[in-house]
């Protein structure tokens, strides 16, 4: 099992352009989850979506949009990215317990130049 | 509101003891994990407490008080591979609301 996988691992965006990110698991779970993680900041939930077909924000959702594609992808969208979005970005994934515990993805490390 | 409290750096030595605090505080509480996070990786469980009293799982024990809002993990003889950072965060309507981490340094 791979787990969860995150595309691409770096990026480098000028101002405006757009992208998306790409998350992927294989552990049949039903939530999933995008972060983004600042020095000092801790984590930061972007978005999250509780089961497949439903999505929901989280702390810090302007600039950003989602898709849950189906139960094994969900996907995050800049569509024009700014300088304030250079951060770390992760994927996570949990399944029914009362834990919630999440399995990360590796990361994106995106710069806005 | 909710949140969550914990030191932002702690320093030890190879071989001793440390105890991450964190408090916390929500209108709605389902337990308390703690993940650990090293430079450059990704966050990785390391335990969750539901219930009162201490959780052991190898070097490492967590510990929840609910009537306190206050929990802790202990870290046993420490090693430099555990020089990293750890997070505690409560479980609220399938997130996690997270703490901002503590950066362990474990020094030779």
């Known amino acids: 099992n791979a787990g969860v996988t995150q595309t691409p691992k770096f990026q480098v965006l000028k101002t405006g352009q757009s992208m998306t990110l790409q998350c992927a698991q294989d552990?049949?779970?039903?939530?999933m989850y995008w972060y983004r993680q600042d020095p000092g900041m801790g984590l930061r939930l972007i978005y999250y979506?509780?089961?497949?077909?439903?999505?929901d924000k989280g702390e810090v959702p302007n600039g950003y949009n989602v898709s849950r594609l189906n139960k094994r992808e969900f996907s995050l969208r800049l569509e024009s990215a700014a300088p304030s979005q250079t951060s770390v970005y992760f994927c996570?994934?949990?399944?029914?317990?009362?834990?919630?515990?999440?399995?990360f993805g590796p990361g994106t490390r995106l710069t806005v130049l | 509101g909710q949140s969550l409290e914990q030191p932002s750096e702690v320093t030890a030595v190879e071989g001793a003891i440390v105890q991450i605090n964190c408090t916390y505080q929500?209108?709605?509480?389902?337990?308390l994990s703690w993940y650990q996070q090293h430079d450059g990786g990704a966050p990785t469980f390391l335990s969750y407490?539901?219930l009162d009293g201490l959780e052991e799982t190898g070097r490492f024990s967590s510990f929840l008080s609910r009537s306190d809002s206050y929990g802790y993990l202990l870290l046993q003889e420490l090693q430099m591979k555990d020089s990293a950072s750890y997070f505690c965060?409560?479980?609220?309507?399938?997130?996690?609301?997270w703490g901002l981490g503590t950066s362990l340094a474990v020094n030779p």
């Open positions: 996570a994934s949990s399944g029914q317990g009362a834990n919630n515990e999440q399995f």
């Open positions: 552990m049949n779970h039903n939530s």
């Open positions: 979506s509780a089961s497949e077909g439903t999505t």
């Open positions: 929500t209108s709605g509480f389902y337990g």
């Open positions: 407490n539901a």
């Open positions: 965060a409560y479980g609220n309507n399938r997130k996690l609301i």
